[in-house]
């Protein structure tokens, strides 16, 4: 153990007098802390004015005059999603998906105001989160710092000195390779002070723990990958080109082609062909506005038998209320058919791009980041149904109240008296408050648990690699 121990210093006192591996350890951890901070405090803004706006949204439906109900279906009202704790860290697809969506009747909107979508081309490159930072470049960091780790000692012939006089090669490896993972946590520190913050925030101590153990990992799979390498290479600068190549394939290539494969793999409708699939099946709907449309002609003679009349001006609810009701109902039927078949293709796709994984850690580490988080394409999906229902439910019960508290010939005389065919402001107080929730802990655990096991594939892998390094050394 002390002699592991010497190694270690050896090689921080290495690093202090060439002055490289210090400057990158601090640059590496300044740019994290920076970015912490300021993601953090962006975070912490956008969930006060998402919590404000969404309370702002509902007052403001509920403060409407009297109106006739069906001008308040298409009135609508907005939902918003509010960041989750660790968001601060990992922000994951929310800045693609958008967080806030228009609800209204006869139609479900996409989520809008993703900041990607807003921003332009050049501002693109500026967000550079933690979660980046720890995927993409502390890697290459690790790689500036230790990809001589070994190479300087055969290069000095100082390695075959130390071996002949009886030093134990794991030893020497151990010693370099503490050293390599501590300069790779003293960056991942910024990490751990953003994971504390979220848990005094409301974020479940078992999940942020979880969150932190996963980048170690990852920290622990990326300074074997550096030490392997300088063990395996003669020269330090065959290493650095080693390096650099993995960390291209790794970080940058193998996570793009993962994408454009699960594009090819599992392919989706484009925009246009599925709005006009959805159009083709809402034609044979009816038109819910016009209540003599033929395709409401049995729903009118059930009416008819069921309360014994023979007009719809004999009938004791407003005929046009219902037909709203019973469109509403077919017509999101088809729309939620649609949005699952949507949101089906969109995580195949994820799920297919995240099976690279095993190809690459990086992709590994993303996967499991996003989905600890809850900043994943699961919880995005989550985050549309419950804003679904939430617009069924409101856009129903306005229907409701436009059936039962507005006669039909007020109804029908609306364009020559609209007062008559308004309804007491009362009723819009039937809107439910929406405030969006994180999966559980369990629940997100369970599903990285998948993407764990691929770190731990890695970890195995470089462990693997390094013995088979040490006998050939040997």
Known sequence: MKVIQQVTRDEWRFWHRTKLAITIVVI???????????????????????????????????????????????????????PSPLSIIEPGVDAFTGTAIFLEGHRQNSAMFSDKRQSSGMTRFSSLTPSFLLQVLVPLFIILIGYASVTREKEAGSLHIMITQGLNLWHLLLGKYIALVSSGLLMLLPLVVAAIWATLTGESLLLTSSFVFGYILYILVWSGI??????????????????????????????????????????????????????????????????????????????????????????????????????EEKLTQVLNKFAEQRMQEELSQA??????GWLT?????????????????????????????????????????????????????RHKDDKSARVNADNWQLLSSFSFEPDMAKTRLSRSVHYIFQLIFWATLVCVSLRFAVRRIS
Not at 35 to 57: G, P, W
Not at 293 to 301: G, T
Not at 351 to 356: D, G, V, Y
Not at 405 to 411: G, H, K, R, T
């Open 28 to 82: 590496g951890t300044l740019l994290t802390i920076a970015s912490a901070i300021v993601n953090t405090i962006k975070m912490e803004h956008a969930a006060h004015e998402r919590s404000h706006l969404q309370h702002a949204s509902e007052a403001k439906f509920i403060e409407q005059p009297d109106r006739h109900p069906h001008r308040m279906v298409h009135y609508g009202h907005y939902v918003f999603r509010t």
């Open 226 to 327: 550096v030490l392997t390498v300088s063990a395996l290479s003669n020269k330090s600068s065959a290493s650095f080109t080693t390096l650099v190549g993995l960390w291209v394939v790794f970080c940058i290539l193998i996570p793009r082609i993962g994408s454009s494969s699960a594009a090819t793999i599992a392919p989706s409708l484009g925009k246009l062909e599925a709005d006009f699939a959805v159009l083709e099946e809402l034609r044979k709907l009816g038109d819910g506005h016009d209540a003599a449309d033929p395709a409401f002609a049995q729903l009118k003679q059930n009416l008819f038998k069921k309360y014994n009349v023979d007009k719809v001006e004999d009938l004791p609810i407003n005929f046009r209320g219902t037909v709203a009701q019973y469109s």
């Open 351 to 356: 799920k297919i791009s995240r099976q690279f």
């Open 361 to 413: 850690p990086t992709t590994a580490i993303r996967s499991f980041s996003m989905v600890i988080a809850a900043t994943s394409l699961e919880t995005h999906h989550r985050f549309l149904r419950e804003a679904e229902t939430l617009r069924f439910d409101f856009v129903q019960s306005l229907n409701k109240v436009h059936q039962d508290n507005l006669s039909y010939q007020a109804d029908m005389n």
